[in-house]
T-cell receptor
């Protein structure tokens, strides 16, 4: 029973355009949502997080939006670069420390 | 500064054999996590330790899986006996205080024939 769901296994975007990665969740008892990025043959790396008391967090080209009424989380990358091509995982944390990850979305940014 | 180190990077074994995966966390980190990644289930947390003590192992799939952390610089994940459905990439991660920012190792790709 996945409490965070990434329904799009892949996304293809042209360089310079916006990439939007989506994540839905089913339980509202979360403190933080996180995005991790993973290149092939490497472990995931932390990208950006957002507290459940906020609706937006920005870090350079990366912005995470939290829509609590829709139970929806999204990551915007603007502008997209070929080096952004990777698998992106959303994750959540609730009252315990146990993080739960989605299945990931593979982003391909074409030059 | 070295990151999280995992060994081996690749392991191919036959069903029924014992498999031991190893992890060296980043020095000074007090949390250690073991994850498994599969196409079907994505990234799953198996177990995590705080100051070498197992805190939650509810993600461990069954009794064939066990994990230890004898000291702050070493942890093992053992599967005995291994089965083909255990084939996956196993990641170790560590963090300091703030568990949200976890540093992952490169993973061990396990294939059980």
């Amino acid at each position: 029973d996945q409490q965070v769901k990434q329904n799009s296994p892949s996304l293809s975007v042209q360089e310079g355009r916006i990439s939007i990665l989506n994540c839905d969740y089913t339980n509202s008892m979360f403190d933080y949502f996180l995005w991790y990025k993973k290149y092939p043959a490497e472990g995931p790396t932390f990208l950006i997080s957002i507290s459940s008391i906020k609706d937006k967090n920005e870090d350079g080209r990366f912005t995470v939006f939290l829509n609590k009424s829709a139970k929806h989380l999204s990551l915007h990358i603007v502008p997209s670069q070929p080096g952004d091509s990777a698998v992106y995982f959303c994750a959540r944390s609730g009252g315990s420390y146990i993080p739960t990850f989605g299945r990931g979305t593979s982003l391909i940014v074409h030059p | 500064d070295a990151g999280v180190i995992q060994s081996p990077r690749h392991e191919v074994t036959e069903m029924g054999q014992e498999v031991t995966l190893r992890c060296k966390p980043i020095s000074g980190h007090d949390y250690l996590f073991w994850y498994r990644q599969t196409m079907m289930r994505g990234l799953e947390l198996l177990i995590y330790f705080n100051n070498n003590v197992p805190i939650d192992d509810s993600g461990m799939p069954e009794d064939r899986f066990s994990a230890k952390m004898p000291n702050a610089s070493f942890s093992t994940l053992k599967i005995q006996p291994s089965e083909p459905r255990d084939s996956a990439v196993y990641f170790c991660a560590s963090s300091l205080g703030d568990w949200r920012t976890q540093y992952f190792g490169p993973g061990t790709r396990l294939t059980v024939l």
